[in-house]
């Protein structure tokens, strides 16, 4: 079952410097239970994307300028950003983890009155109730003594902590989709493999949705069911964990997977890096974006930019060149 389907959503910031094309005409689909990795470089959309689903995009300079977003058979860029109907699905049925727990967590609000406020929002629940709801909360994602904790403010816990509570808090109103965006860019390696375990232990105890937005590959590849590679605000590829991985079809998936060590490949393999930088997104080339850092790129100067297209049944890419019978003669740059 379809839970969110995204349809050519364009997202514009109006700077001085002109119009920056953050995300400009992606479409996809969110089902029911899956957990969906979104990936790519700094800067390409990831973000954004998903910030303008939940419309907290800051207007200005931000605007959504086109695009549907259907959830529950509604369209939810048709509702006003203040209005009482996107405020009812915020946190509700689609809830987020931010990247950084810090700026999220407001530093004069104790850890419960955060926690209490959101159930008693859209559950209806009494305050007592909400508080020990909280308190189990908590001790679900591992916080030790949150009968005492819960009463502590954000500065009070550690990064990896403070997440912890960010991952209670998102999923404390039983939300159908959980939008993860970077959630454990602020953390150490090893704290980080303990979050994505508990996060995954109560999406999977919740029965929600998950949208995992990240640039590391190792992620995705452990937890993800289907991924969208994103490459300056449009997506290039997309496909289940294991089209993606092992029949990549995309000059520039080929070349992330290239950049990254793997524990299957011999030791001694000398990593390639992407060469060169992504485009300008005030001022888009006409043709492909990836074409500057492209391998294959002599034979796409004088064709247009190119649309998602079929590869081979749920595997789509965005690329005039078949790139699967000349992966061994690639390397980015």
Do not use: W
């Not at 403010?153 to 970077?182: N, T, W």
């Not at 001694?268 to 997104?281: A, F, H, K, S, Y």
């Not at 006409?286 to 492209?294: N, Q």
Request: with cysteine.
């Amino acid at each position: 079952m379809t839970l969110l389907q995204v349809r050519d959503l364009k997202t514009y910031f109006h700077t001085m410097a002109g119009t920056v094309k953050a995300v400009d005409g992606i479409s996809y689909d969110i089902n029911e239970g899956e957990v969906v990795g979104l990936v790519g470089e700094s800067g390409c959309g990831k973000s954004v994307s998903q910030l303008s689903v939940l419309q907290l995009i800051p207007i200005p300079p931000g605007e959504i300028v086109g695009g549907e977003v259907i959830f529950q058979d509604r369209d939810l860029l048709k509702c006003r950003a203040d209005s009482s109907e996107i405020r009812s699905i915020r946190g509700g049925n689609i809830a987020m983890i931010f990247q950084e727990p810090m700026t999220s967590l407001n530093p004069v609000l104790t850890i419960a009155e955060q926690l209490v406020e959101a159930m008693e929002l859209h559950l209806k629940m009494d305050r007592q109730t909400a508080r020990m709801r909280a308190i189990e909360l908590l001790g679900m994602v591992g916080i030790p003594d949150p009968e005492v904790r819960i009463d502590n403010y954000p500065h009070q816990f550690s990064g990896g902590m403070r997440q912890r509570v960010m991952i209670s808090m998102a999923l404390s109103c039983k939300p159908r989709i959980l939008i993860a965006d970077e959630p454990t860019t602020a953390v150490d390696v090893t704290t980080q493999a303990q979050l994505l375990e508990i996060l995954m232990d109560m999406v999977r105890q919740f029965r929600c949705a998950l949208v995992l937005v990240t640039h590391n590959l190792g992620i995705v590849a452990r937890y993800a069911n289907r991924i969208y590679v994103m490459y300056a605000g449009r997506i290039v590829e997309s496909g289940t964990s294991k089209e993606i991985f092992a029949d990549p079809r995309h000059p520039y998936t080929i070349g992330l997977l290239q950049s990254v060590p793997r524990l299957d490949e011999a030791r001694g393999r000398q990593l390639i890096p992407i060469l060169g930088m992504p485009p300008n997104l005030i001022d888009m080339p006409p043709v492909c974006a990836f074409l500057p850092r492209c391998n294959f790129g002599e034979q796409c100067r004088n064709k247009p930019a190119p649309v998602l297209r079929q590869a081979v049944e749920s595997h789509y890419v965005s690329c005039h060149i078949d790139v699967k019978e000349r992966k061994s003669e690639f390397h980015a740059g």
